[in-house]
């Protein structure tokens, strides 16, 4: 299995310009999530999945958008990229509802830089 | 949103000292996770702590769940260079959001 995998590792955009982090996971999670980290910082969720179909705002949802159309795809959209969002971004997925211990599973994460 | 407050917010030890670094969240907690990021990499799960009075451990690593408190400590015995990075708590609450703390930052100096 990959787990879960992120696609640009790395991405520099202009400011304005709009761009989507990929998102996908084998697992069959049914529980998916997109964080920021900046420097030095702990983690801000920014959106999250409880399947597929369902998606709700996390602490900084503002400036992007997700879709979750199957359970394998989370991709996070950014409209009219701004500084304030260079950070890297981290996706992860979880299972709930079965013995184990409902831990996420983290990508390798994506660095973004918008100048 | 549940928050999660850890401290310290970095320490630096010499290697082979005892450290703990604690969370605490601001609601009750359903479930506690630790995790540990080297710089600039993903996130690796260490454990996780559901009951009160809970206690786990991985290698050198021991977490403790004071459910009582809403706390949660970990403990690093005998710390290694290998054991530097960051560390993370992190619950879920009745939402089904997943948050995190504020991080430890630990270096061990060899």
Redesign the interface.
């Known amino acids: 299995n990959a787990g879960v995998t992120q696609t640009p590792k790395f991405r520099i955009l202009k400011i304005g310009q709009s761009m989507t982090l990929q998102c996908t996971q084998d697992m069959n999670h049914n529980?998916m999530?997109w964080?920021r980290q900046d420097p030095?910082?702990?983690?801000k969720?920014i959106y999250?999945s409880?399947g597929a179909g369902i998606t709700?705002k996390?602490?900084v949802p503002n400036g992007y958008n997700v879709s979750r159309s199957t359970t394998e795809d989370f991709p996070l959209r950014l409209e009219l990229a701004a500084p304030s969002q260079t950070s890297v971004y981290?996706c992860?997925s979880?299972y709930?509802g079965g013995a184990g211990?409902?831990?996420?599973?983290?990508?390798?994460?994506s660095r973004l830089t918008v100048l | 949103s549940q928050e999660l407050e850890q401290s310290p917010q970095s320490l630096i030890v010499q290697e082979g000292k005892n450290l703990t670094i604690n969370c605490t969240s601001s609601k009750t907690l359903y479930g506690l996770y630790w995790y540990k990021q080297k710089y600039g990499e993903g996130l690796i799960f260490l454990m996780m702590l559901q009951k009160g009075g809970e206690e786990k451990s991985h290698e050198k690593i021991t977490a403790k769940l004071d459910e009582k408190k809403q706390q949660s400590s970990l403990h690093i015995t005998a710390s290694q260079p290998s054991h530097a990075g960051i560390y993370l708590c992190g619950a879920a609450n009745t939402g089904n959001q997943f948050y995190f703390g504020t991080g430890t930052s630990l270096t061990v100096i060899p």
């Open positions: 529980y999530y964080y030095g910082m702990g983690l969720l999250y409880v709700d996390g602490e981290f992860a979880r709930l211990t409902g831990e996420l599973f983290f990508g390798e994460g």
